[in-house]
Every structure is written in structure tokens, then in C-alpha cells.
């Protein structure tokens, strides 16, 4: 079994601050690139953060400077630290990982997390 685990999502007020983590299965061998992506109601998903095997990173140009992904390759970990959270980033966040292999030197071109939930309010 290939698995996603985030955590870290909750209630912040605006302004607040929150790290979500994204743990990869002990049944993945190893795996390339990771990334968090979000989707709100009647949106379509969008990409937020990437980070390479190498710790090249990209960010969608909105939250740019508030955001940060980090990745531990040891432990098969994300992170995605959030800072000055505004009214329009409340969503669902999933973890991303591509370029996944499995114990069984099985290849998957993507593997999912099943999502956290980050709601801004007052």
C-alpha cells in the first residue's frame, strides 16, 4: 500500500500561521517530487507549493513569500509552512508526490494524500 498522510490543518485567524506535514507510507521506497496543492469550493484544484528530489522549490505567485515548503528525504516528509493566512486560502490541502516507488521496485506516476482542511476565519 502506497500512502499520503497530511496533518497540521485547523481553524486560524487571518494573519495566523499553521505547518501542515505530509508523512509518505513505509511502503514507499522513495519518491521525486512533493508538493501541496488546494482546493476550495467551486474551484478547480490549484498547485500552491513543489519541491525536486534536490530542494528546488516553486510557488503559485499567490502566496509567494508567505509560504514555504521544505522536505525531509530521510524521512519521506513534507512540510508546508503558512504564514499571514488570508480569507482566500481556506481549502482543502493535498499532499503530492510523484515519481513514487514502492518496496515491490513498483513505479507510480502520482500518489495523493487524502487531504487536511485549513479554514481562515475570524
Known amino acids: 500500500q502506497v500512502q499520503l498522510v497530511e496533518s497540521g490543518g485547523g481553524l486560524v485567524q487571518p494573519g495566523g500561521s499553521l505547518r501542515l506535514s505530509c508523512v509518505a507510507s513505509d511502503s514507499i521506497l522513495g519518491l521525486n517530487a512533493m508538493g501541496w496543492s488546494r482546493q476550495a469550493p467551486g474551484k478547480e484544484r490549484e498547485l500552491v507549493a513543489r519541491i525536486s528530489s534536490g530542494g528546488s522549490t516553486n510557488y503559485a505567485d499567490s502566496v509567494k513569500g508567505r509560504f514555504t515548503i521544505s522536505r525531509d528525504n530521510a524521512k519521506n516528509t513534507v512540510y508546508l509552512q503558512m504564514n499571514s493566512l488570508k480569507p482566500e486560502d481556506p481549502a482543502v490541502y493535498y499532499c503530492?508526490?510523484?515519481?513514487?516507488?514502492?518496496?515491490?521496485?513498483?513505479?507510480?506516476?502520482?500518489?495523493w494524500g487524502q487531504g487536511t482542511l485549513v479554514t481562515v476565519s475570524s
Open positions: 503530492n508526490a510523484g515519481g513514487v516507488l514502492d518496496r515491490a521496485y513498483r513505479m507510480y506516476a502520482e500518489v
